[in-house]
């Protein structure tokens, strides 16, 4: 079932997404070499917990942090560990929710750790812009699920690279996971149409090479099945009758 919001509730949702996005931009300027990525989600923890919300990974479904870490080839849900110390020329996805008075925002980041190989940051670059093509062109009443898919994944395919299948966007609201699905891949003209006061978060998720994935051991871990690297950039979004609205910019 779709929920559609109301003004005030997407100033809610406004003010949770305002917590994500500075929480990520303060793991973006402390991503340096030798940094554990265990010592990152204390960080981004004790950031949200002193602005009154509360970390929205944390025991979600058994996840035992308040972030996802992905490094290189880790495409979503990696795990902050003491033992996981960044390194020169790394990449790293930071995947960040948090809930304030009972709503909730989501966003996620690909940053370079130290300097790193112009192919990688051409795929972190594509990866963010392919966000941008996929809900630029949305307009409420008319544009399709399958309009924003197709968008991202041709931009993302011209420059050779896979669009994970396996993992999508979704609604988001008073639960982090609402309908509907938000595929990065697809038909234009397909699918529902998306409306006022719908709410979704668009997460694109890019790799170097093969689209296909692998779970990890761990239950939460997905991996690139060819172990090249993959990107992850996502943000909140509001549909409204004048155009859009991205709650975590």
């Known amino acids: 079932m ?18 994500v996005r500075d929480t990520l931009n303060l793991l973006r300027d402390n991503t340096k070499p030798g940094v554990s990525t265990y010592d990152l989600n204390k960080l981004a923890h004790d950031y949200i917990v ?5 970390p929205s990974f944390l025991n979600y479904n058994g996840f035992p942090a308040s972030i996802c870490v992905s490094v ?10 003491k033992k996981k110390i960044l390194q020169e020329g790394q990449i790293v ?21 130290g300097i790193i190989s112009p192919e990688c940051q051409q795929l972190i670059d594509v990866t963010e812009q392919s966000f ?19 968008a991202i994944q041709s931009y993302a395919e011209s420059f050779g690279y896979g669009v994970v299948r396996e993992l999508v966007g979704h609604g988001i609201g008073r639960e982090m996971h609402e309908d509907p699905e938000v595929p990065n891949f697809g038909r234009a003209g397909h699918g529902m149409r998306l409306s006022h006061g719908m709410t979704i ?17 761990d239950g939460w ?12 950039y996502e943000n909140t979004i509001a549909i409204l009758d004048d155009g859009i609205e991205i709650l975590s910019l």
């Open 132 to 150: 941008f093509v996929g809900i630029n062109s949305i307009v409420s009443g008319v544009t399709r699920l399958g309009d924003i898919g197709y």
């Open 201 to 217: 978060a668009v997460e694109p998720m890019i790799t170097m090479g093969t689209e296909r994935v692998d779970w990890c051991a």
């Open 221 to 232: 871990t997905v991996k690139t099945r060819d172990r090249k690297p993959s990107a992850h």
């Open 72 to 81: 290189d080839c880790e495409v979503v849900h990696g795990i902050p560990s």
């Open 93 to 113: 996805s930071y995947d960040c929710g948090a809930i304030l008075n009972g709503w909730h925002g989501d966003a996620a980041r690909t940053v370079a750790v």
């Open 2 to 19: 779709i929920l559609i919001k109301s003004s005030s509730q997407i100033d809610e949702m406004r003010k949770a997404n305002i917590i």
């Open 50 to 54: 002193s602005q009154n919300a509360v």
